[in-house]
């Protein structure tokens, strides 16, 4: 099976969560790893999201290291929608 990565960073001006992680978040700039595997079987290259992480600070008393955490691809656009609309407020 054919698998990709793909790093991108997503910027968050207000705090924020994220379903699956247990505390607020700071405002900043969070690198975003999606994972996708390869449709096979098809004439033409397809893939399909297999896993979305995010790298967040560490929790106290491990805050100087870095989270790889699981999340949810939708959980993490709901947190955008949710960060825009905190501007216009």
């Known amino acids: 099976m054919t698998t990709r990565s793909r790093r991108e ?7 924020f969560r994220i379903k699956g992680i247990d505390r607020l ?22 893939f399909r999201r297999v896993a979305t992480m995010i790298m967040v600070p560490g929790a106290a008393p491990r805050t100087p290291s870095m989270e790889m955490i699981s999340i949810g ?17």
């Open 9 to 15: 960073t997503v910027h968050f001006k207000h705090p």
């Open 25 to 46: 978040l700071a405002p900043g700039a969070y690198e975003v790893i999606t994972d996708e595997e390869m449709i096979e079987g098809l004439s033409f290259a397809s």
């Open 73 to 89: 691809s939708v959980d993490l656009s709901d947190a955008q929608r949710e960060d825009a609309g905190a501007a216009h407020e």
